[in-house]
């Protein structure tokens, strides 16, 4: 590849050079507005819809890009990479796509739905280790063993010049963006997306987001020491250990990076999903994630967010759903104990239906030792409209001499008052 601007690996002649090969070989994705999510956060928004990809995600672009390159011996040897899924899902399409053999290394804990994806694309896929760093351990062990070619999912020249066709197709459709807000794990998209948005639009600000759990590239800007590691929704992009390549590339172009929780990242793909009516993994939710977090840098803006990746698990999203329901009193659980009676139960269904609200579950106990021994306790799951109706159906039931206790989705433990 050939040198850029103040060293960096990769210039904008590489990612048009890219934008040719991937040209046919990848979908051109749509960058659409998106009216709901403005109106959720105050901004002007257009997301990216790279989860339109057949693998589901951005990474096919930078995979095909590094197969290209490949010599004849490096073609019939095979390639190796290791990835949490979607760059392994990549390089194993297109590998069979080219007639290469491929070879996949994936953390024990990637979700099933990418490992079991990435093994019908007909790759050889070996799980080893808890993270990321102990599977490119193993991935490097097996490629000088076996004479294999690595494609790196992020550091790598070729890979984020692929990454950087994103920009130059996004700033196509939507010339007037002020900020593009990208989701960071070990740099290549956001490496890539920055040099080809600064080469096009030197004012446009580059906003970086990774997961709290995961602030390698916040430790790495700000010369910290914050913790790594944890369970995260955005597995795509829990990644501790920067770029060689990419970091000088962040360090240069990229304005600022955010850091996101948990429950913002869950609200965030339960944004997309109900919002825009679009799968998003939590990586590729990151970006919304930050908005929803702090809207304020955003409002007025016209801010573009790269939707990169949409392998999520389906029970996973429905988790994720029903949780967010009940963060917005859409749905409230609760326990009743009482003297048990025949017709206790109707009854019970009788209030809750004269307060407009819907059963969804209902479990009752009498052989608990927590209960008394002339009692039940009835746990009940309800639909409601919103926090004022879930006072209205509590009092209610109190009214009539049913004193409930509010539970956490769930789980058995009451909430506190």
């Not at 994936?106 to 007909?122: D, E, F, I, S, Y």
């Not at 908005?291 to 988790?319: E, F, H, Q, T, W």
């Not at 139960?345 to 106990?365: C, D, F, K, M």
């Not at 409209?385 to 209205?392: C, V």
Request: glycine share 8%; aromatic share 2%.
């Amino acid at each position: 590849m050939a040198d850029a601007d103040e060293k960096l690996v990769v210039a904008i002649d590489d990612i048009r050079a890219a934008a040719a090969i991937v040209e046919g070989q990848v979908v051109r994705t749509p960058t659409l507005r998106a009216p709901a999510l403005s109106a959720l956060t105050g901004a002007d928004v257009f997301v990216k819809y790279e989860n339109m990809q057949v693998t589901g995600a951005f990474k096919e672009r930078g995979a095909i890009v590094r197969l290209a390159a490949l010599t004849r011996d490096e073609r019939q040897q095979g390639v190796i990479a290791m990835s949490a899924g979607n760059h392994a899902q990549a390089v194993a399409f297109h590998a069979k796509r080219l007639g290469i053999p491929a070879t996949i290394v994936m953390p024990l804990l990637t979700p099933m739905v990418k490992v079991l994806n990435t093994k019908a694309h007909g790759a050889r896929v070996i799980l080893h280790g808890e993270t990321l760093s102990e599977a490119q351990t193993r991935c490097a062990e097996l490629a000088q063993a076996e004479g294999l070619t690595l494609v790196h999912p992020y550091d790598d020249p070729h890979v984020i010049a692929g990454q950087g066709t994103i920009a130059l197709e996004m700033l196509a459709d939507a010339p007037d963006l002020d900020v593009l807000i990208v989701p960071i794990g070990g740099g290549g998209l956001i490496s890539g997306i920055a040099v080809a948005a600064r080469a096009l639009k030197p004012e446009i600000e580059i906003v970086g987001v990774e997961a709290a759990l995961f602030p390698s590239f916040w430790n790495a800007l700000h010369d910290e020491q914050r913790p790594l590691g944890g369970p995260t929704l955005a597995e795509g992009i829990a990644v501790k250990n920067v770029g060689r390549l990419t970091l000088p590339i962040v360090r240069t172009h990229v304005s600022r990076i955010a850091l996101v929780e948990e429950p913002d990242i869950e609200r965030a793909v339960n944004g997309f999903a109900t919002h825009q009516r679009t799968m998003a993994e939590g990586a590729g939710a990151a970006g919304l994630a930050a908005m929803l977090a702090d809207p304020d840098p955003y409002r007025g803006k016209r801010v573009g967010l790269v939707l990169c990746g949409g392998n999520i698990d389906a029970r996973l999203l429905a988790s994720i759903m029903v949780r967010e329901l009940e963060r917005e009193s859409r749905i409230m659980s609760f326990r009743i104990v009482m003297q048990d009676r025949p017709g206790l139960l109707g009854a019970l269904a009788t209030q809750i239906g004269q307060s407009g609200a819907n059963i969804l579950e209902v479990s009752h106990r009498r052989l608990m030792l927590d209960v008394p021994v002339r009692s039940i306790s009835v746990d009940l799951t309800v639909e409601i409209r919103d926090s004022l109706h879930a006072d209205q159906v509590l009092g209610d039931l109190s009214a009539a001499g049913m004193r409930a206790t509010r539970l956490r989705q769930g789980s058995n433990d009451p909430i506190a008052d």
